[in-house]
């Protein structure tokens, strides 16, 4: 099934390396292995459709993610980083996106001017009509809500004219929130399930690159067949065997209704 | 733009007078014109791609929202009635959807299990993949959270294998919600904009239908206008000019992001 | 301090035994003396600015409300009903108000049609700018929703001009809630905090009226003196030292902000 | 572990079979088999500590959640009605609680005066100290909702000393909520996680006591699980396996913070 | 109409140029015109009664809300903040308030010890007894928030003995919240509606001094006629012809109720 | 009645002098006295019980919160702050808590990131199976929500293995809010009711140790007899006299419902 960029009222023209894109999706995750859990299904039909996907990783989540390497004699900061970077990488070639590495300390996560510099301009180059990250509540992450504010402001910023007034601004992407693992205490809503059935095995591979967290990964299955259980008893096709859920953010502008 | 319902996952094959409709829609309308001011440009928009668009009235508004015509002397139900169904029916025929008339009394209105029974076999009837009504709460219309909450119910019990066993039930349709008058409220979210603009000069001919309420039509023109506004400031096109807006009451089921 | 009913935009001509009065409350009352615990204060400041305040009492609390009343061996509901009466009557005279009683049975009250004809005809007759009731929820009394309820819905019956058409509707009153027991989980906020310190003591006295809850009346002076106490924490006198709490349930029009 | 009755408060003496229970819990159950799925593992644990466990099967569930059934050509109510409660029946043995059908109709289900009455009694006889039932909100199941609210009002009726003074009213039982199928759209919070790792297996026997929806046996298996690992992840204890999530819908009345 | 400061429980005794004033209201605007917008016509309305209105100008805008400046070829920031200063002064001197400029930088914007600092201190000079601000929240405006957080905040510190204790603290002002662009999704509430008919025409003219943000005008127009229906249905009287909506923050001290 | 700390998974082992302790509990309070108002007859009563309680006293709230003392000529933040102190050192001695001085600056609080690596550290040492603090919100206080948020911020980084790598991390404890002044406005829910009777005496004398907020003491009292009247009309038990509120803020993984 093609997909019609023009029905997002994105004007056509992005290249990569030479070859015409589909679009341009931004995905902003708060450590090393966030976009492939939570939106590895998704990332990886949008590749497929010939969209360009920049994944931003804010940081390595040495200190807050990686409990598992911390159990090793004499581990340190930039061993344990090393080996998420890899995994990272390693992930993202399974799910044919881009990495942009950020390399901030974790648990906390600071936003400084020069982050928040960072994070608009890669907006305005990666020019997104679609950006994922994490929602905006999360009692059992110190991260995830410092990294949804500073996505929030930075969409903002790369819109408004005054702001790096050498670069355009950008027209405003819609914005969606990941699933976090405690939904309801963290006002999270299913609000949008995508049908990921086709691309389950690719998210399934980009998972297996990632042996740091590798509870999460059977956590993971468990919960796309769940979200595919919820999609068949919401739509119309009973089809669906594995979805990913998001919640919407921003109203969201269409020709006809989703 | 040809409409692609297979999107939808709906089996095509409805037809309606030996033509084939590109998909079914329910609009469930507490009073005479409210089909008109809150969905008028939807329902055209789709009418014009081919749908099946079937309308509701449950009453015909006649104490609750016919106030103009009271004033003249002598006034009776049954003159305010014909009116207001004669206005519903002109307005219609403009939008191009089929009204069916409950006629139930408004102002309050009261949903026995005969009333019931009958939206249950209207929804396996025309077995509609989307559904629009009014939102859950109006702190200014006794009636609406009414009509939501029949509507509810109904798609439930649609849905569902025991009750009239002799019909088959449906699949579960998307459920949106009209935009209301005093809409903060009344709790209601523009979540999706839909973009009327080719659509809006049919829907301002379908409220010129409707003099007992003159007043809204202005209001109304306004309205689109402000949501157009909304649009470009949340969209990726500049060339919406008019819209109408909706809440999603239940998870968007879908293959890519709306 | 005269009273300006003008600033309401309520037009003057109210009167009572041949003297002008300077404004109309209504207040719904579940039970026999909730308008005495929950706003006896304010009741008292209206009747004594000149204000025609008359009180709907729905039920007289017999089964619900009256627990020292059926430890008496061989208790009948009659007898219950007689001495609530007796109690909501001189506590009225107390604080000058009139009473309408609706004599429903309580735990669970149910609103037939004939109970919303007549309170939508009680409306039309009083023609209050202002009303009082009970809040929209309350996880500790099954009536009090009921009755919100009821006010809601009679208050917009009683404003369309196609309901009972032989009286004319009446202009939009405020509405405002009674402070519940349960602040918290009844989802109440005190948004509006009137002095009543200068009409304690007639609220007091009134209290005294009604044995039958003789606990409630240190209870309420408490209630009455920590609401003193938030007042004089958010206002800027400091002479508040008792005050009673409302809610706010439509949207009030103004000259000044209040 | 010994269970503390006397740490709830509740007054010993509650008998059955001439055996002195620990304790009375009650158990609203909308359908025939929602005690199973929802709350299994809890009734099995506090049965084995030695209370009693009364379940009220409000309606069998023939009409809204006995698909499997009606796909047999010439299915009659009566039919399904019968399978339905044998699946009960046999799943309460497992568990060791006590089942009174009240055999109302589902989809929807009217609460009439009678069976309110019906409710209140059975509260006034077993005399809980905790009652579950279902959650307030439930989009996807029009009779939760109503037997929620049925519960509430029962409740509370339950502890009114003049409703049915011919039996002494009760002392108000803590009210917790199953947790629902679609959590996050329904506003269920997982307030309290009850470990029941010990009783799964017996749960397990029960639901597979319920061939009609054996779908959901292996759904709430990996819930179970889920919720195991929340409990992990927010408590004390790595030994937690499988847990069930309950919702507190009156204050916890208590002599140690839970 | 005379304003009775008296009854907000204000010591008189302002005084401006030797002319006693009836009252004192600070504003709090983040940028340079978001206080014609959102509250030009209360303003004149309270300078037309007597009162001394302060406004801080916490920006001037030039980043985030001056996007047709930036359309100039070799723009700089100090032309852009040069032309939005001599608006707003313009504006200013329309509506007879007067201006205090902070001269932050903008998207994002940043409240240092210093700006705190400087906001209690005004706070503590002009005494208020209201204070205007932005809401708590505002997806679509970076620094609407943080200014609404730096007032809530300031206004705190203000009445605290042991800050600044050189300036005695003052009594606590009512807070009220403009209305945003996009209300709903703002969590914006239209409380309270200011009937500023009388105004109207002074807020046009202030409006006609911002031409950097030409087509707000005819959008604050027709949200002020749009509020005015509202407070028309709302209300008791049916002159109001434009009104300005607010939100209020903190309870309501009050003599009568509003 | 001997508590079980084995209830709540905490290994045994804890020792103060050579003693066994029951149990850990912090206790994080913004200023001097707030562990004392809002939760000190619980903390009585864990101390009573054996267990170790220790609470964090981030400022002495010179500034906010010590009003009469600034009435003094010539008063300075030292002698404040020396007052402050003993008051809190007095309190704590008659409830038998251990208290840790952070010294920062309040009215506005700043938590630096050294301020979190020492709250993280005292997590680390005492490891509480229980945390008590301020709520997420108080529109009457600046510095409770800061506390509260770096509070929930501790207690996850606590709880990371890579952070702070030299010291075990700790379980996750148990995390309840205090009950602030003007709940209805502070979204507090006052779902834990804990009876404090037995330990009210104590509570009194502890709160008569801080005589700069005097007026607070008569405040608290007819708080804990409110909150008693709750847990009498929620409860069991007809014998609670006194009870202090709690909101829990993670969900309670539990052996028997609460």
């Given at each position: 099934m093609p997909v019609a960029p023009v029905e997002h009222g994105m004007a056509p023209g992005l290249e990569r390396n030479g070859e015409q894109m589909a679009g341009s999706m931004a995905v902003v995750s708060a450590h090393a292995a966030d976009f492939v859990w939570r939106a590895g299904g998704t990332i990886a039909k949008y590749v497929r459709h010939g969209w360009d996907v920049n994944v931003v990783i804010m940081s390595l989540g040495v200190r807050g993610e990686s409990a598992s390497l911390w159990r090793t004699e004499g581990q340190t900061y930039e061993e344990v980083a090393r080996i998420r970077r890899e995994?990272?990488?390693?992930?993202?070639?399974?799910?044919?996106?881009?990495?942009?590495?950020?390399?901030?300390?974790?648990?906390?996560?600071e936003i400084t001017p020069e982050v928040m510099d960072r994070l608009v301009r890669f907006f305005r180059e990666?020019?997104?009509s679609i950006i994922l990250t994490h929602g905006h509540k999360d009692p059992f992450n110190p991260d995830h809500p410092v990294v949804h504010k500073a996505t929030v402001e930075a969409r903002l910023l790369a819109g408004a004219a005054g702001v790096m007034p050498e670069i355009p601004p950008i027209a405003p992407p819609r914005l969606f929130g990941f699933e976090p693992h405690q939904t309801e205490m963290s006002e999270f809503k299913p609000e949008i399930l995508v049908d990921i059935t086709a691309d389950f095995e690719t998210k399934l591979k980009a998972m297996q690159c990632v042996p740091t967290q590798t509870y999460l990964i059977e956590f993971h299955r468990q919960l796309a067949e769940a979200r595919g259980y919820h999609a068949r008893r919401n739509g119309q096709s009973r089809d669906v065997k594995y979805a990913e859920a998001f919640q919407s953010y921003v109203p969201i502008v269409t020709d006809m209704l989703p």
């Open positions: 995994e990272a990488t390693r992930a993202a070639e399974v799910l044919g996106c881009r990495l942009h590495f950020f390399d901030l300390v974790d648990y906390p996560m990666v020019r997104p």
